[in-house]
């Protein structure tokens, strides 16, 4: 696995009555968790994300159905297949994003270092290869 993949593992905390996940900031999760969202209802055929952050770390979990993620530093490339509940990709800054084949259920929670700042958005990705040094 390259350097651009970081899984991290989310335990299921079962019984006989179904499983339950606990995230638990700067222990789980290696930051500070200052915001919550999640993505659901994205159309057939629509594709996400297509910027990078100059300083959000994030942690996302598909916590049902699948998508594809691509991630970028400039230099290089992996894709993966976000499927399992019990698994957290962790996603830095001066990281080039896409999310792609989101499947009708899913729905991907995305913790956040930081609150909401549409200035920390690189939304060209000629601009990322600048700010990376490519
Ligand atoms: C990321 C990937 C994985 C807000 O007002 N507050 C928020 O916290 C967020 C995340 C978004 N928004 C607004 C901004 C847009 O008007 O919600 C709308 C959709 O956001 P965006 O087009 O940025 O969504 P994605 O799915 O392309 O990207 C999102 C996150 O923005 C981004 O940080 O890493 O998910």
């Given at each position: 696995m390259s350097n651009l993949v970081k899984l991290i593992d989310l335990p299921p905390l079962g019984d006989d009555r179904g499983s339950l996940v606990a995230v638990e900031a700067?222990?789980?999760?290696p930051f500070d968790i200052k915001r919550v969202y999640y993505i659901f209802g994205?159309?057939?055929?629509v594709a996400r994300g297509f910027h990078a952050h100059k300083a959000l770390k994030q942690v996302a979990v598909c916590v049902t159905g699948s998508c594809r993620m691509l991630l970028d530093n400039g230099r290089e490339k992996e894709e993966l297949l976000l499927?399992?509940?019990t698994k957290g990709l962790v996603i830095e800054d001066l990281v080039w994003r896409e999310m792609h084949d989101?499947?009708?259920d899913c729905v991907l929670l995305v913790l956040a270092s930081?609150?909401?700042?549409?200035?920390?958005?690189?939304?060209n990705y000629d601009d990322f290869l600048k700010v990376v040094g490519v």
């Open positions: 700067n222990k789980t999760v994205t159309k057939p055929g499927d399992s509940p989101f499947t009708p930081e609150h909401y700042d549409e200035a920390d958005y690189i939304r």
